[in-house]
Nanobody, 120 residues
Framework: QVQLVESGGGLVQPGGTLRLSCAAS????????MGWYRQAPGKQRELVAH???????QYGDSVKGRFTISRDSAKNAVYRQMNRLDPEDTAMYYC??????????????WGEGTQVTVSS
């Protein structure tokens, strides 16, 4: 089993920067991909970015050039650097991990989310 805990959310002014962290525990060796999603009120959850165990990255179109994602396998953590934030980035951000459960089936794990609010 895998548990994910996000941190680093909060209030930031437009144009500012936040760095979110996601710490994974449990059977983290099974995780192949970790990433970030976000969901604003009244909208569907969307991909922000994800990163594989080989450090291959993919970003959502809306955040390319502004957000970066990195991974620290030794610390079982994934990070998201968010630059030049604007109010449209306000959302609940969720950490995700894709791995294998005890039956070796592909499983998607989710954290509880951390709120990011961009406002002047």
């Amino acid at each position: 089993q895998v548990q994910l805990v996000e941190s680093g959310g909060g209030l930031v002014q437009p144009g500012g920067t936040l760095r979110l962290s996601c710490a994974a525990s449990g059977n983290v060796f099974t995780i192949k991909t970790m990433g970030w999603y976000r969901q604003a009120p009244g909208k569907q959850r969307e991909l922000v970015a994800h990163i594989t165990s080989d450090n291959e990255t993919q970003y959502g179109d809306s955040v390319k050039g502004r957000f970066t994602i990195s991974r620290d396998s030794a610390k079982n953590a994934v990070y998201r650097q968010m630059n030049r934030l604007d109010p449209e980035d306000t959302a609940m951000y969720y950490c995700s991990g894709v791995g294998r459960n005890s039956e070796l089936a592909i499983t998607v794990y989710w954290g509880e989310g951390t709120q990011v609010t961009v406002s002047s």
